[in-house]
T-cell receptor, first 109, second 114 residues
Framework: DAKTTQPNSMESNEEEPVHLPCNHS???????IHWYRQLPSQGPEYVIH???SNVNNRMASLAIAEDRKSSTLILHRATLRDAAVYYC??????????FGTGTSLTVIP | ETGVTQSPTHLIKTRGQQVTLRCSSQ?????VSWYQQALGQGPQFIFQ???????GRGNFPPRFSGLQFPNYSSELNVNALELDDSALYLC?????????????FGPGTRLTVT
């Protein structure tokens, strides 16, 4: 089964861009890449997802490598409310979502 | 619009007992997925239900079972509880089957097995 690898933690200064990396070297051609984030004592919250092309929405951007073996979630201007655990997830054709261990993002005021 | 709700919020059970957790999906959503999240870990996919049928399953033993009802609410049943079953159980709903859509998560049920 495909798995994702993320750094355990990252820090960013408030109002600066943040690039959260994810490796998924065993991704298959039909796996979608999803990103969710989880605040303490809450369920995960959808951020963005994509298949091959880069994606933008009001929350973030998703940059997917040409070989699809890695991706990067980009928060354009980090705020204190963006402090959370960010999960990179692969969704396969069996409708299974595989969460990685997540990156704990700390935003420094 | 009411979000995903789960009940109970917390639960304490003894090893060997059985437990039922409940989830009400967001209005208009016909797909429900269940996850187990151990402390300090990412959620692990248990299974998904689409229109009352199981539609994908993770690496969990058969003592983890589920149901989806005509109103798309769902139950997770766990038999013969083990200490390692202690975790946060999350339910997520989405508007249609296939998993391509974003999932909306509930706040979870914290299960403690002693």
């Amino acid at each position: 089964d495909a798995k994702t690898t993320q750094p355990n933690s990252m820090e960013s200064n408030e109002e600066e861009p943040v690039h959260l990396p994810c490796n998924h070297s065993t991704i298959s051609g039909t796996d979608y890449i999803h990103w969710y984030r989880q605040l303490p004592s809450q369920g995960p919250e959808y951020v963005i997802h994509g298949l091959t092309s880069n994606v933008n929405n009001r929350m973030a951007s998703l940059a997917i490598a040409e070989d699809r073996k890695s991706s990067t979630l980009i928060l354009h201007r980090a705020t204190l409310r963006d402090a959370a655990v960010y999960y990179c997830i692969l969704r396969n054709t069996g409708n299974q979502f595989y969460f990685g261990t997540g990156t704990s993002l700390t935003v420094i005021p | 619009e009411t979000g995903v709700t789960q009940s109970p919020t917390h639960l304490i059970k003894t090893r060997g007992q059985q437990v039922t957790l409940r989830c009400s999906s967001q209005s208009g959503h016909n797909t429900v997925s269940w996850y187990q999240q151990a402390l300090g870990q990412g959620p692990q996919f248990i299974f998904q239900y689409y229109r009352e049928e199981e539609n994908g399953r993770g690496n969990f033993p058969p003592r983890f079972s589920g149901l989806q009802f005509p109103n798309y609410s769902s139950e997770l049943n766990v038999n013969a509880l083990e200490l390692d079953d202690s975790a946060l159980y999350l339910c997520a709903s989405s508007p249609r089957g296939g998993g391509y859509d974003e999932q909306y998560f509930g706040p979870g049920t914290r299960l403690t097995v002693t």
